[in-house]
């Protein structure tokens, strides 16, 4: 008797446990199939001679560490990588900074604040390789509007060599990233601040704390959640920056705004070597995933803190 | 499926959907196609360039019974498209290539040697045989081939007193006296791709510079030019980051007074009244010297394939294609030079305007004759060396040494 209801009872476990596995498996095999083969395929092809004859003949032999040898011998890499870092911060400081100070702006109601918060979005709707090649424009050492305008206001006489100079041209680039990223941090910001309760506001400034004490106080604070949303996604999509960079300087000038990204392009798609090209592309993920647990640990010391 | 008790029904619905919903993601398989259709990959995106591949094809085709299916994508992406179908056993009749491109498709052994599918050579210019061939066999033809050559503006240089510059003194003379306002003397590419690279080999070259052997410092005298215009103001600073489309917006736009360019600016040139040029060989480094710009252009290759039948079909519409008169037609259509040895002729006859292009045709080398599949690598690396030249990192010996070491010896 008793052992029959364990038996029944076990057997309505393994059950339930059955039908969660089945709930799961969609999602499962969906990060499978686009996310975990991949990138399997991607490390095993680091290790593998994987050349245009591959795609004629379909073999690729092994040919252990030569692609990452050569990478790494390359002088490109080491340059690569501290510029793509170099690019990924001071965009994210850039975007964010602004953005936040517009989104914070912004939370105050005025007359035309609706009007100027939509033409503000601009910059995000045009498409990232026209907005390159306008600023191509702007940039133009000889004839750009920029030079013009510094000449106009006397900051600069003979014109500053935005995109000619290999010591100008990552941060020209990184202009233009964060010209191109302020809208998102402002309009996920804003959403942010919209969250936050008034009666938070009311009780510091009964409590008599300045505006730049309640914003440390209380907005900083609880815009902590969508601060790290914005950070992350931001990070992603600016890590692996390559149309932009192709558009308005193509790498140059002496390579100086190669990124990780422009070199992972030219190895695989203009050398067509699809090893080499694919360890770039795992440097790549090593550095998103570090990434990633840091924003996990981050995350996890958040939860249960009552923070 | 096999049925384990305890197993509802609902669960293997649950399950069934989702094989099902996984199956459909994967699979697919490429249509048959048609017999008595010639398939093409090329990158004639521009709509009045395809329509013309369109009409020059079906002139073949048709008599033949044959219908014509162009693919065309933009021309830095023919290669990767290529290759997807290659792996999918669906590469079209026939592949035209960027030359520069052809020995990485023909190292592959996946294409089939232009002999065998009956195009012959008696008739076609040295350069552009080699432009077509890989280690000493024919895998492509070229229907017509570009170079660059020096074009200026005839008012400018009028004005000036001045004849269009034969020698690098000369070029270097006259950019500094047609420098003036907002007109600089001379404009060329020297952007971080193959532009740049298109347009650094005329130099390198005629300066005796090898592609195979960097370092060995003849080609240093070339970079040495082109850090002269900069420095002394007769170029922009910003010609690193300028592509050839670049340079002819600022010729046509009369803030260049000469350019290096090719032929397939012609079309824009000619549409435009503002300013009036007019074509010249390209200035050697010393008087009398021959100049050896690059050779460049499409070849039109035809991939190995299961069905002789469709190969033949591909051989028999480029042998069509590439009959004197087509071959003129075509040059006419698209400003290049024919490379059958007569309807170049004609066309130097028909369109004296545009002859030194001709010429030069005739001394023009290939990219990939000497070095073959590492043409990108060591494009890559002559592309690093003007770079760097130009924006003042390296003098001309270190930024050739450099390059060498960056383009590696052979693999």
Redesign the interface.
């Known amino acids: 008797m008793s052992a029959d209801t364990s038996q029944r009872a076990r057997r309505g476990a393994g059950r339930r446990r059955l039908y969660q596995w089945l709930f799961v498996l969609p999602a499962l095999l969906y990060l499978v199939a686009f996310f975990g083969y991949p990138l399997v395929r991607n490390v095993l092809m680091s290790f593998q001679e994987f050349t245009p004859t591959t795609y004629f003949t379909g073999e690729s032999p092994f040919n252990g560490l030569e692609n990452w040898r050569a990478v790494f011998d390359n002088p490109l890499l080491g340059d690569a990588f501290w510029q793509t870092i170099l690019f990924t911060v001071g965009s994210l400081v850039g975007q964010f900074t602004i953005g936040l100070a517009l989104a914070v702006f912004f939370s105050r109601r005025f007359h035309l604040s609706g009007v100027i918060r939509a033409v503000l979005l601009l910059p995000w709707l045009v498409p990232m390789v026209v907005s390159a090649v306008v600023w191509r424009r702007i940039m133009d050492e000889d004839h750009g509007v920029l030079n013009s305008f510094l000449e106009l206001v006397g900051l600069s006489a003979d014109g500053v060599p935005w995109l000619s100079s290999p010591s100008v041209a990552l941060l020209s680039a990184i202009l233009v990233n964060i010209w191109i990223g302020i809208p998102f941090n402002m309009v996920i910001l804003y959403g942010g601040l919209q969250e936050i309760p008034k009666e938070l506001y009311e009780a510091a400034a009964l409590d008599g704390a300045g505006p730049w004490r309640t914003f440390r106080s209380v907005t900083l604070p609880m815009l902590r959640p969508v601060v790290t949303v914005v950070l992350v996604l931001g990070f992603m999509s600016t890590i692996k920056i390559l149309d932009l960079i192709l558009a308005l300087t193509g790498g140059g000038p002496a390579d100086s705004t190669q990124t990780l990204g422009t070199l992972t392009y030219q190895l695989s798609f203009m050398q067509l070597d699809f090893g080499q090209g694919a360890v770039v592309g795992n440097v790549l993920i090593l550095i998103s995933a570090v990434f990633a647990l840091l924003y996990l640990r981050v995350n996890r010391s958040d939860v249960g803190r009552g923070r | 499926m096999q049925r384990r008790t305890?197993?509802t029904p609902s669960?293997a619905a649950?399950?069934a959907v989702?094989t099902a919903?996984?199956a459909a993601?994967l699979g697919g398989c490429a249509a048959e196609p048609d017999p008595d259709t010639v398939t093409v990959l090329n990158s004639a995106t521009d709509t009045a360039e395809h329509e013309a591949n369109q009409e020059f094809f079906e002139r073949c085709a048709e008599p033949l019974g044959l219908r014509i299916e162009q693919i065309s994508v933009p021309a830095?992406q023919v290669?990767?498209k290529a290759?997807?179908m290659?792996?999918s056993d669906s590469l079209t009749d026939i592949l035209e290539l960027d030359g520069s491109e052809l020995p990485?498709?023909a190292?592959?052994?996946?294409l089939r040697p232009i002999d065998e599918v009956g195009v012959g050579d008696e008739r076609f210019s040295d350069s552009s045989i080699s432009l077509g061939s890989y280690d000493g066999v024919r895998y492509g033809v070229a229907r017509s081939v570009n170079s660059l050559a020096l074009i200026y503006n005839t008012e400018l240089l009028a004005d000036a007193g001045l004849e269009p510059p034969t020698t690098w003194d000369e070029l270097r003379e006259s950019a500094a006296e047609l420098t003036q306002g907002?007109t600089y003397g001379m404009a060329f590419s020297a952007?971080?791709?193959a532009d740049g690279v298109y347009q650094f080999l005329p130099f390198f070259w005629s300066a005796g510079g090898d592609e195979a052997r960097l370092d060995e410092g003849a080609g240093a005298s070339a970079l040495q030019l082109w850090k002269d215009l900069v420095d002394a103001g007769s170029s922009?600073?910003?010609?690193?980051?300028w592509n050839q489309q670049d340079v002819n917006d600022q010729f046509v736009s009369g803030?260049a007074a000469m350019m290096i360019n090719g032929p397939w600016q012609v079309p824009v040139l000619s549409a435009q009244d503002e300013v009036d040029w007019a074509v010249a060989s390209i200035p050697v480094p010393e008087a009398g010297q021959d100049p050896v710009p690059p050779i460049g252009g499409t070849v039109m290759t035809v991939p190995k394939n299961d069905d002789p039948e469709r190969e033949r079909n591909a051989g028999r519409v480029l042998e069509c294609l590439n009959s004197e008169e087509n071959q003129l037609a075509w040059g006419e259509r698209v400003n290049n030079v024919p490379t059958d040895r007569h309807a170049a002729a004609t066309y130097r006859e028909q369109n004296p305007e545009l002859a030194p292009f001709a010429d030069l045709v005739e001394t023009a080398r290939s990219r990939t004759e000497r070095v073959g599949t590492r043409w990108?690598?060591i494009g890559?690396a002559l592309?690093?060396a003007f770079?760097?030249v130009?924006?003042g990192?390296a003098s001309p010996e270190d930024a050739l040494r450099?390059a060498q070491?960056?383009a590696g010896d052979d693999e």
């Open positions: 305890g197993r669960s649950v399950l989702a919903t996984l993601g830095d290669a990767s290759l997807r290659a792996s990485q498709f190292e592959t052994g996946g907002d952007s971080p791709n922009s600073r910003s010609v690193v980051n803030r990108p690598v890559d592309s690093g770079q760097s130009l924006t990192r450099q070491r960056q």
